[in-house]
């Protein structure tokens, strides 16, 4: 044991035991003490955590910062809703902080740090379901509100151009046919894939590499698709096509995102990356094993306005976009019985695909 760590579990011999993180601080935010857990959890040993202010070490310190004063001011613990916590080469870990007053050795602060990632997920998981339920239903009464007037608009423009002999005026009825015939084809789209779900054995990897050709296809310079495969990873029961398009539509967005204009059109790196997950819960069940799949970019980012309605029909962070791609990869996620979701932030966006394999 170094010598940092037994000064550590001499002063404070009954935290050396316990499961959650504690970190002990002066009366100046500096950490003085760290048991085993909380150098588990944010991956640092006690020797580079004891000594730093520790507020320092998380992404909001500000806010982190005046909730130390409050708590030591109030003498009353104060809980934190979350704290970043970014460690080098990873992506945000969000913490739960509760802060408590205590007098032992002149040390005034004890933080209980617990890791919320899976609650956090189970929340967004919810909202998502509850939205998209509610966005089927608003789709179902708008497409029925549509269809009727539509298909009675393309009818009427039939028949006058029957009636009419100049040829630049058909061209005008022309236009409103094919008008009529793009938007049945969108409400078709919204309303998602008829077809019936076809269930097979299906191996992810064939699936990512129909994806890889494709893309490199559509986009043969500036784009660099790397994989990442877990090859442990078993078949899963599933719709070839439908997971086929699911995966392509965040891939082509992920393109198309690194040769924006928001991105100077330089291009950038996407990563088809899988692993098996334990004990995962998706869509409200529990399953003993999953497919983690991410789709990893280097561009820049989901735009902020618009990523609490990213899944939502007919919302594109790019201009000219129909908004109808991730619509259907949330739907296809759903016949699977998985889940879709997404970090972002400049320079790394992971959108992840979470299916049940047993």
Not at 67 to 78: G, I, K, P
Not at 98 to 126: H, K, N, S
Not at 177 to 203: G, M, W, Y
Not at 329 to 352: C, K, L, M, W
Request: hydrophobic share 40%.
């Amino acid at each position: 044991m170094r010598p940092m760590a037994e000064a550590n579990a001499a002063r404070f011999p009954g935290l050396e035991l316990l499961a959650t993180a504690v970190v002990i601080l002066d009366g100046a935010y500096v950490v003085r003490y760290t048991n085993p857990s909380a150098e588990n959890l944010l991956g640092a040993g006690a020797r580079s955590l004891v000594g730093q202010p520790f507020a320092a070490l998380f992404t909001d310190s500000a806010t982190l910062e005046g909730m130390l004063a409050q708590a030591l001011a109030v003498r009353w613990s104060y809980r934190a809703q979350t704290v970043s916590y970014e460690r080098p080469g990873t992506e945000l870990l969000p913490l739960s902080c509760v802060v408590t007053p205590i007098d032992v050795a002149g040390l005034p602060l004890l933080v209980e740090l617990r890791p919320i990632q899976e609650q956090l997920r189970l929340e967004r998981e919810e909202r998502l379901l509850e939205q998209q339920e509610a966005t089927r239903e608003l789709l179902r009464n708008l497409a029925h509100e549509i269809k009727n007037p539509l298909g009675g608009l393309r009818g009427s423009a039939q028949l006058l151009e029957g009636e009419l002999d100049r040829h630049d005026l058909r061209e005008y009825t022309q236009v409103i046919i094919k008008e009529a015939d793009r938007l049945q084809a969108l409400l078709d789209r919204l309303l998602t894939p008829s077809r019936a779900v076809q269930l097979a054995a299906v191996n992810i990897h064939e699936v990512l590499e129909r994806v890889r050709s494709l893309v490199q296809a559509e986009f043969p310079s500036g784009i660099s698709v790397q994989r990442n495969y877990d090859p442990s990873v078993p078949d899963l029961v599933g719709d070839i096509e439908q997971l086929i398009q699911a995966v392509l539509n965040v891939v082509r967005n992920a393109a198309q995102a690194l040769l924006s204009g928001e991105n100077g059109g330089r291009g950038g790196t996407i990563v088809l990356r899988t692993r098996a997950a334990r004990q995962v819960t998706i869509a409200r069940q529990r399953h003993k094993l999953a497919l983690e799949l991410q789709v990893i970019d280097d561009g820049p980012g989901v735009p902020e306005e618009i990523r609490d309605r990213v899944f939502n029909p007919l919302v594109s962070g790019r201009e000219g976009g129909s908004g109808i791609g991730l619509a259907l990869v949330q739907t296809y996620a759903q016949n699977h019985g998985g889940v879709v979701e997404f970090d972002s932030r400049p320079g790394r966006t992971i959108f992840t695909l979470l299916l049940p394999l047993a």
